[in-house]
């Protein structure tokens, strides 16, 4: 069994010490997660370090060392899958193990002695969790995330069961309420989140990249809650990269760079504005794009008749063929610096200094971060450490690519270099798999598509095939993107690919030809 093992800096270091030699002659493989003599560190970030190698998978247990055991243990539990429990003598840990499930238990160095301390590791690591109604108890977190707030507030018993209960529908989790969210999914933890917050019912909602991980459908319905409850008075801020969703829903944008407004005004005036989404990296709606497009070709959309409705092997053998990007780029960054994080695969890999460089080099030109080689990744934004962790991946050059949400909180710019690289990798005979919401992104890039609903397949064919599977596509809260959606009225014109430009020309050229 792997452990991994992390002390506060200025109360736990000696007990670490003795707890790492103890584990080490049991026959436990120990990861040492900090802190070390030589460099002061608080404990939340020890915290950090051992909670994300369990999380990760990479340790299957984790000891935790400060003071008295408790702040370490609340900064443990604040990632997603953790149950840290603090233990003072054999029965509390052997009741955090049987009982609760804990994954990692933290112990307090001023208040346990060395002794007690080794007696508490070694009663918890040979306790089972017995499951049956304490089973029951953990999976109940879901439902109780989101009431929590609603009974600090003091709100009646029975409103909030009603606020829980329309929380629930709305975000899709009425099926999900009993489950403890470490078996969710980043989409699914999101509703959750997104849940919280509705429930709230406040007078001014945030909503930052709120569907970024969401099914097509979901997000719509997300967004009608948003528009409903812009009607009933609420005022509405929306953080999104997603320009169909602003052309849909927003009555005013305000363009940003860097914390500088560039550009404010209503959203049919910002988008429509060619010049200016190019200028600033915006992308607007495929069917808008299409329109300025033929516009530009002499040709006003009123000359076209549609209404549009809604309608096996070892893990270090697998490395060298398959690299995986994590949907959260929390989960995967590890390294102290930008460079170190891209390097650490190859190097892991045995490959040559020279490639080594060579392959960092590419990487991080490709994905934008050459100036950031020094920068420590806590410190870039969620667009910048999503593209830290493709990086990592690319520069072990793999066979396959197995990339979870790759455009997650990236702007278009960022999401046509990812896909630009995707594509050239694929170009060089590597199989890339995607899971993603976005299906703008599918149907530009894709050439087979798996629909899974439940985690079952329902659909499995190539992209423009899917896409035609209307009433299926809804059953897993999909719906093809908007140019998909406007050309399947007219399928006397024959489309290689989906491209505006590409789409724009075959109508231009259709009409020209008098049909």
Avoid at 30 to 55: E, F, H, M, N, T
Avoid at 149 to 169: D, T
Avoid at 388 to 401: E, F, G, N, Q, T
Wanted: aromatic share 6%; charged share 25%; glycine share 6%.
């Amino acid at each position: 069994m792997k452990i991994a093992l992390g002390a506060d800096y200025y109360a736990g270091l000696t007990m670490k010490g003795i707890l790492h030699q103890y584990l080490q002659e049991k026959g436990y493989t120990v990861v040492d997660c900090g802190a070390r003599p030589d460099q002061p560190v608080d404990y939340p970030q020890i915290a950090v370090a051992v909670a994300k190698a369990v999380r990760s998978g990479e340790c299957e247990k984790g000891i935790l060392i400060c003071g008295t055991g408790i702040g370490i243990g609340i900064a443990a539990n604040k990632i997603p899958g953790i149950i840290a429990a603090h233990c003072t003598d054999t029965y509390s840990a052997r009741m955090a193990a049987e009982h609760n499930n804990a994954n990692i238990i933290t112990l307090g160095e001023r208040i346990t002695g060395i002794e007690i301390a080794k007696e508490i590791v070694e009663t918890w690591l040979n306790s089972e969790f017995i499951g049956g109604p304490h089973q029951a108890c953990l999976e109940q977190i879901i439902e109780k995330e989101i009431v929590f707030p609603l009974e600090n507030l003091g709100i009646p018993r029975e409103e909030i069961k009603e606020r829980l209960e329309r929380a629930l529908r709305l975000v899709h989790l009425e099926q999900y309420r009993n489950r403890h969210p470490y078996y969710l999914s980043g989409g699914q933890r999101q509703r959750v989140v997104l849940a919280t917050a509705l429930a709230m019912n406040p007078d001014i909602l945030i909503l930052d990249e709120a569907t970024s991980e969401i099914d097509p459908l979901g997000a719509e319905e997300i967004m009608a809650v948003a528009r409903e409850l812009n009607e009933m008075g609420k005022t509405i801020i929306m953080i999104e990269h997603n320009m169909e969703e602003m052309a849909l829903h927003a009555d005013r944008i305000i363009v940003l760079e860097d914390g500088v407004k560039l550009a404010e005004g209503p959203a049919k005036q910002i988008l429509a504005d060619k010049e200016m989404t190019a200028k600033l990296d915006l992308y607007p709606p495929e069917v808008t794009q299409l329109a300025l497009a033929l516009l530009k070709k002499g040709i006003e959309l009123d000359d076209i008749p549609v209404e549009l409705t809604e309608a096996e092997a070892k893990v270090s053998d697998l490395a060298h063929y398959i690299g995986y990007v994590f949907q959260n780029p929390e989960h995967q960054i590890f390294a102290e610096t930008v460079e170190e994080e891209v390097a650490f695969g190859p190097k892991n890999l045995g490959f040559p200094p020279e490639k080594i460089k060579a392959m960092v080099d590419r990487s991080l030109e490709c994905l934008g971060l050459a100036h950031h080689r020094e920068t420590p990744p806590f410190m870039l934004g969620r667009g910048e450490k999503q593209r830290l962790a493709v990086a990592s991946i690319l520069s072990m050059d793999p066979k396959v690519l197995i990339i979870d949400e790759p455009t997650t909180g990236l702007d278009w710019r960022e999401c046509v270099q990812v896909m630009e690289l995707v594509k050239e990798l694929n170009e060089r005979g590597h199989t890339i798999i995607m899971t993603t919401h976005n299906m703008s992104i599918v149907s530009l890039h894709a050439k087979r598509v798996v629909v899974l609903r439940l985690g079952e397949k329902i659909l499995d064919g190539p992209t423009e095939e899917v896409f035609r599977e209307t009433e299926m596509l809804k059953t897993a809260f999909i719906k093809a993107p908007q140019i998909f959606r406007l050309m399947s009225k007219f399928p006397e014109i024959k489309l290689e690919n989906y491209d505006v430009n590409h789409v724009a020309e075959a109508i231009y050229n259709h009409i020209k030809g008098g049909n």
